[in-house]
């Protein structure tokens, strides 16, 4: 079990305005916890819904941000000008960005594009292309249906039973840094055929 280097943590959530209040205050709570906790927080790059208040509430705690956004979502999303924003020309090239420049990653409540990043995050560490923590922020049960149908998947003999391992779930937004912190590298995430880098 390695130990895991915690300096970035990127925050994937809904860029709705519409959200539930308490998910929107549960944004700006972890956005205040990573810059108390001296972390930089990694997300989206838009200035509304959940993403706006996790990076405004990090800002004016003092604490480090970086935004990520592709050009043609800078006028929906409307990024913060006071933070740190880097403006690149797709989706692909945001996602990537923002797993390099993150050592962790916490899910809070979103939409089909937070669905979209989770998968693709997950299906990355059951690969082995990375052993970086997920957390969830399963708030009022948001995250169940998701979990229901992972259990399913398992159920099938379609993915190992060490895929539970590739992430965690919290209930409350003061257990989200204490369970990435916790959470190990995982044995089994080399893939076959290839050899670990030493």
Known sequence: MASQRLESVCVYCASSSAADPDFLSAAAALGRSLADAGLRLVYGGGGLGLMGA????????GGRVLGVIPHFLTARERPLARVETVIVASMHERKLRMFDEADAFAILPGGIGTLEEVIEILSW????????????LNAKGFWNPLFEVFEHILAQDLAPSEFRDCWRAVEDVGELLPALRAMPTLAFMTPPGVEEMT
């Open 54 to 61: 996790c990076a405004r509430a990090a800002h004016e705690r």
């Open 125 to 136: 560490r059951r690969l082995g292309l990375h052993a970086k923590p997920i957390v969830f």
